[in-house]
């Protein structure tokens, strides 16, 4: 199954989409390069026919995120960020959106 992913703001870069298989983990990865020392990191993931859902929001570091069966990381210089699911299920098949604010 495949994973959409798509851009939240100008300002962060995402890769247009990923795809993996059932129980193979993946990474989501985002850039954004200008983000202020105030700002935290947003995630979010977008259901097929649903509303956007806040999956996690950090400022830095290393976050484990129990409800998806993964994790957010946070680099050093916090210029980027990466969900990691780590068994992917057909129902996490979704838009995955980062967002600073």
């Keep these: 199954f495949s994973m959409a992913v798509a851009v939240g703001r100008a300002q962060e870069q995402q ?10 983990g993946i990474n989501i990865s985002c850039s954004h390069p ?10 979010y993931r977008q259901l097929p026919d649903q509303r956007p859902e806040l999956l996690v ?17 946070v680099s050093a210089d916090r210029q980027s960020s990466a969900l990691r ?11 995955y959106y980062c967002a600073l604010g």
């Design 85 to 95: 699911l780590a068994r992917p299920r057909r129902g996490d098949a979704a838009v």
């Design 15 to 24: 890769k247009p989409s990923l795809e993996t298989t059932e129980g193979t």
């Design 57 to 73: 929001s950090a400022h830095k570091g290393f976050k484990e995120l129990p409800d998806i069966g993964g994790h957010l990381w």
């Design 34 to 43: 200008k983000i202020q020392t105030n700002e935290y990191i947003y995630w």
